[in-house]
Nanobody, 120 residues
Framework: VQLQASGGGLVQAGGSLTLSCAAS????????MGWYRQAPGKERELVAV???????NYADSVKGRFTISRDNTNNTLYLKMNSLKPEDTALYYC???????????????WGQGTQVTVSS
């Protein structure tokens, strides 16, 4: 199983970006999917998570600005980021709890990270 994240880049404060994360491989089902981020010198933190049924949870720092969504048909996760701030600058990672073919319990998988840089 692989998670391929994309969509990061350099944007001015107030701008928008949309991240994508495509899961591929021997996937039977995907439970929770989420986005995390890690800024230099800081610990990785949860940004947003979405359950297989669509319920969502957000970090307080991004509520009202970021929207997480998923396409269960294509095993793809998205993060729409609006009103970006310099403090949103970080390496963004996607995460998914995936049940692979032949297994009955989920395992955690991580994407490679995509850099988001917001200039002031």
């Amino acid at each position: 199983v692989q998670l391929q994240a994309s969509g990061g880049g350099l944007v001015q404060a107030g701008g928008s970006l949309t991240l994508s994360c495509a899961a591929s491989g021997s996937i039977k089902s995907i439970r929770n999917m989420g986005w995390y981020r890690q800024a230099p010198g800081k610990e990785r933190e949860l940004v947003a998570v979405i359950a297989s049924g669509g319920s969502t949870n957000y970090a307080d720092s991004v509520k009202g600005r970021f929207t997480i969504s998923r396409d269960n048909t294509n095993n793809t996760l998205y993060l729409k980021m609006n009103s970006l701030k310099p403090e949103d600058t970080a390496l963004y990672y996607c995460n998914a709890a995936i049940i692979t073919t032949g297994r009955w319990t989920p395992r955690d998988y991580w994407g490679q990270g995509t850099q988001v840089t917001v200039s002031s």
